[in-house]
T-cell receptor, first 115, second 111 residues
Framework: DAGVTQSPTHLIKTRGQQVTLRCSPK?????VSWYQQALGQGPQFIFQ???????QRGNFPDRFSGHQFPNYSSELNVNALLLGDSALYLC??????????????FGPGTRLTVL | AQRVTQPEKLLSVFKGAPVELKCNYS??????LFWYVQYSRQRLQLLLR??SRESIKGFTADLNKGETSFHLKKPFAQEEDSAMYYC?????????????FGQGTRLTINP
């Protein structure tokens, strides 16, 4: 099991463009969360998906949207990119119904640079 | 609102010395706390969780509800402990779990 995988590894976009990031959860996991980690900061929760629906959302504008597919993989879409969207985007997965103290497993992240 | 505070962005100690990374939290519910670690060029990974009350790589952390703290401690630091450490709070909102992270402490162990 490769664990949580994310693609691409790095991405460079210009302001106003749109971007799609992808995540495949760890085998056996059905819940995917996305986090934004700006330089020098801890990860910030964007949203969580399970059963192909957004279940909880952090303090991020509607420009940030997502999707979960029947195979539990997920996409994060960001529209109208701003310079401030430059960050490391992390995907994390866990098993729904597992105890809340269960570990979330993180992917390696996608480094997005907006010029 | 949920909040996690790690007051030290940087912490440097000598090998063999004790180390303590501070974490304070704010949460109205019953807290579940974690320490995550990120070694150089590796992904974020769980170090320990408060409910397990276990020692991982010589690290321990005790939840102090009175002081709303979850400090990470190790009696004798090793060079391989150099890494970025994040304290995180598990918050359940409308049935969905999210992790609230502190801004992290970069620990450097000097030889």
């Amino acid at each position: 099991d490769a664990g949580v995988t994310q693609s691409p590894t790095h991405l460079i976009k210009t302001r106003g463009q749109q971007v799609t990031l992808r995540c495949s959860p760890k085998s056996g996991h059905d819940t995917v969360s996305w986090y934004q980690q700006a330089l020098g900061q801890g990860p910030q929760f964007i949203f969580q998906y399970y059963e192909e629906e957004e279940r909880q959302r952090g303090n991020f504008p509607d420009r940030f949207s997502g999707h979960q597919f029947p195979n539990y993989s997920s996409e994060l879409n960001v529209n109208a990119l701003l310079l401030g969207d430059s960050a490391l985007y992390l995907c994390a997965s866990r098993e729904l119904g597992a105890p809340t103290n269960n570990e979330q497993f993180f992917g390696p992240g996608t480094r997005l640079t907006v010029l | 609102a949920q909040r996690v505070t790690q007051p030290e962005k940087l912490l440097s100690v000598f090998k063999g010395a004790p180390v303590e990374l501070k974490c304070n939290y704010s949460y109205s519910g019953s807290p579940e706390l974690f320490w995550y670690v990120q070694y150089s060029r590796q992904r974020l990974q769980l170090l320990l969780r408060h409910i397990s009350r276990e020692s991982i790589k010589g690290f321990t952390a005790d939840l102090n509800k009175g002081e709303t703290s979850f400090h990470l401690k190790k009696p004798f630091a090793q060079e391989e402990d150099s890494a970025m450490y994040y304290c995180a709070l598990s918050a359940i909102i409308q049935g969905a779990q999210k992790l609230v992270f502190g801004q992290g402490t970069r620990l450097t162990i000097n030889p």
